[in-house]
């Protein structure tokens, strides 16, 4: 059976970091991109990262510069590690994989056809 897994949620303080893991098991991870994106209560799913096969990494706007996307294809898992938060970060965290070429560098959801059960980030102010 083919799964994302993903690990590392909780609580953290602004200005705090928290590092999200996204676990492959079933298929070979080396061969997809993987992406992350969020979801908060009441509102629609955002993109918040993406890394392509080849390691390019793709962002939102509202994380540039504080979120970084990384890739260790021989421990099956993609990384989200996320500093400087605040608490317009918080939310579920989903990673997702990429079906088309298009979805990674446009952060477009529709393109991401396996989803992990989600992580939940919260940010106190």
């Known amino acids: 059976e083919e799964r994302l897994v993903e690990s590392g949620g909780g609580l953290v303080q602004a200005g705090g970091s928290l590092r999200l893991s996204c676990t492959a098991s079933?298929?070979?991870?080396?061969?997809?991109?993987i992406g992350w994106f969020r979801q908060a209560p009441g509102k629609g799913r955002e993109g918040v990262g993406c890394?392509?096969?080849?390691?390019?990494?793709y962002y939102g706007e509202s994380v540039k510069g504080r979120f970084a996307v990384s890739r260790d294809n021989a421990k099956r898992t993609v990384y989200l590690e996320m500093n400087n938060l605040q608490p317009e970060d918080a939310g579920v965290y989903y990673c997702?994989?990429?079906?088309?070429?298009?979805?990674?560098?446009?952060?477009?959801?529709?393109?991401?056809?396996?989803w992990g059960q989600g992580a939940q980030v919260a940010v106190s102010s």
């Open positions: 997702g994989r990429d079906y088309s070429d298009y979805g990674c560098p446009h952060l477009a959801s529709v393109s991401f056809h396996l």
């Open positions: 079933g298929f070979a991870l080396d061969a997809w991109a």
């Open positions: 890394i392509s096969t080849d390691r390019r990494t």
